[in-house]
């Protein structure tokens, strides 16, 4: 079960809301993305599928997912593992939330990848979605040719809908 902590609790089911809300985990927790964060996620920081090349850059992209959830458009998190405290991936909603659905995406820096921290980062956010956001449909893309992000897709319960071009495939999780 997700736990909202209580200065986040969701006054409106779409961002922005009036505290960002964070997410917490046995192993890791969802928060907002500090200026702090950026160089330690550097090699996997994008916006409009384009990396950023340095840490200047990488904070112009951050302004811009700020920017697109103060516009209720998105909600970027920070994986943070618990024991250390550090930041091991970033994961959210992204592309508007229109027909009461989102579009869920995770990356994981590789030294964290193997531990579980996906699976939980991408529950949580799926339990944040359905419960706080009333979504009633969750959907992710990702190349046909990432055979783990496809196994954590159905093992979460995704269904394969279409196959897209440039060799992607969308999944996607109703609301029961």
């Given at each position: 079960m997700?736990?909202?902590?209580e200065?986040?609790k ?20 969802l ?20 990396q950023a ?32 405290n ?16 989102g579009?869920?995406g ?20 799926i339990?944040f979605g359905?419960?706080?956001?009333k979504?009633n ?7 046909l ?10 093992r979460?319960?995704?269904?394969k ?16």
């Amino acid at each position: 079960m997700v736990e909202v902590t209580e200065k986040s609790k969701m006054k409106n089911n779409v961002p922005p809301y009036a505290t960002f809300p964070v997410l917490k985990g046995t192993h890791i927790s969802l928060r907002q993305i500090e200026k702090s964060d950026l160089n330690d996620i550097l090699e996997i920081s994008f916006y409009d599928a384009i990396q950023a090349e340095n840490v200047e850059v990488a904070a112009e992209m951050q302004s811009k997912i700020d920017e697109d959830y103060q516009h209720g458009n998105t909600i970027h998190w920070g994986i943070i593992e618990n024991n250390s405290n550090k930041i091991a991936g970033t994961c959210g909603y992204y592309r508007g939330f229109e027909n009461h659905e989102g579009e869920l995406g995770c990356v994981l820096l590789s030294q964290f990848q193997g531990k579980g921290y996906m699976s939980q980062a991408m529950q949580l956010a799926i339990e944040f979605g359905f419960q706080e956001m009333k979504l009633n449909r969750i959907w992710a893309a990702t190349s046909l040719d990432n055979a783990a992000a496809i196994k954590l897709l159905e093992r979460l319960g995704f269904i394969k809908v279409r196959e897209l071009p440039d060799d992607e495939v969308e999944y996607e999780l109703l609301k029961k």
